[in-house]
C-alpha cells in the first residue's frame, strides 16, 4: 500500500565518478512491506512535467537487525530534544515489536498473544489497519 510522504525523503547514491541525489517531497508516495528475506522500501515522485523519479531498497532481516540495534544506540545517547519527534518513533517501534510478537505467537514461536494488554492490541489493530 503506497502512503504519501508526510514531510520529506532523500536518497543518495554516490559512485566513483558521479552523484545521484533525489528529494521527495510531500506529494511523493512510499511504500513498504516485508518479504521472506527482508524489508523492503519504495519512494516515487511524479509530477506533470517533472522527470519520475523512484527509489527502491531490500533490506535483509540480519542487515536491518543491525541497522536497529545501532539506531537503538544511537537513540539512547540523545538528549531528550535531540529528536522532535520521538513519541511518533517510540510508537511506531513498539507497534513493530507487537506485530512479530503477535505474528510469532501465531505461528507457534515463543511469545504469546495473550500475554498482550488491552492497551497493546488496540494499538496494534490501529497499525494493521
Known sequence: MTKPV?????????YPDKLYVATFDHTARA?????R???????????????????????HYTLLAEILNDLAKAAAALPP???????????????LYLAFKASA?????????????????????HIME
Open 105 to 125: 505467537a501465531d505461528a507457534g514461536e515463543a511469545g504469546d498473544a495473550a500475554d498482550m494488554t488491552p492497551q497493546e492490541e488496540v494499538r496494534l489493530l
Open 81 to 95: 530534544a535531540g529528536v522532535t519527534q520521538r513519541a511518533a518513533l517510540q510508537d511506531a517501534a513498539e507497534a
Open 31 to 35: 511504500d513498504v512491506g516485508l518479504d
Open 37 to 59: 528475506t527482508g524489508m523492503s522500501l519504495g519512494l516515487q515522485q511524479s509530477r506533470p512535467g517533472d522527470a519520475r523519479k523512484s527509489v527502491r531498497l531490500h533490506l
Open 6 to 14: 508526510p514531510k520529506k525523503a532523500e536518497a543518495a547514491a554516490e
